[in-house]
């Protein structure tokens, strides 16, 4: 399976809205880091394909997931590595509050599995949204 063909199964799964879904194009051994703030849920180091599906509960009990807008402005492939730019919108549940945030993420795909995913975002951005 191609990179392309792997990072499309993988943007398809995440509008699914399952995680357990998610989780089946990661590979069980993952090289997966978002770093910031230690008061956010997500943010940190997995390395387990098996961490994928408590990270996306983790995020969407924190957010309302009804009103995401992920806009994947490009995605630029070579070989195995896929770098994603673009942006999210997101609504924090326990506060109402809105942000927009630029986001970069670096995939690398091994075979049929996604073997790393390092998300950059503004985690300065989003906890300042968290505090009402």
Do not use: C
């Not at 195995?80 to 919108?89: I, R």
């Amino acid at each position: 399976m191609s990179t392309q063909e792997v990072i499309g199964r993988f943007f398809e799964h995440l509008a699914s809205g399952d995680p357990e879904r998610v989780a089946t194009v990661f590979a069980d051994d993952i090289d997966w880091y978002v770093p910031g703030s230690d008061e956010l849920p997500w943010t940190g180091r997995r390395t387990k394909g098996t961490e994928v599906v408590q990270y996306l509960r983790d995020l969407w009990a924190h957010i309302v997931v009804e009103d995401n807008v992920d806009d994947v402005e490009q995605v630029v492939f070579d070989g195995p590595d896929a770098v994603v730019l673009g942006s999210f919108f997101r609504r924090v549940r326990s506060t109402g509050r809105t942000f927009t945030m630029p986001v970069a993420m670096h995939l690398r795909v091994d075979g049929d599995k996604i073997v790393r995913m390092h998300l950059f975002e503004d985690t300065l951005l989003a906890q300042q949204a968290f505090k009402g």
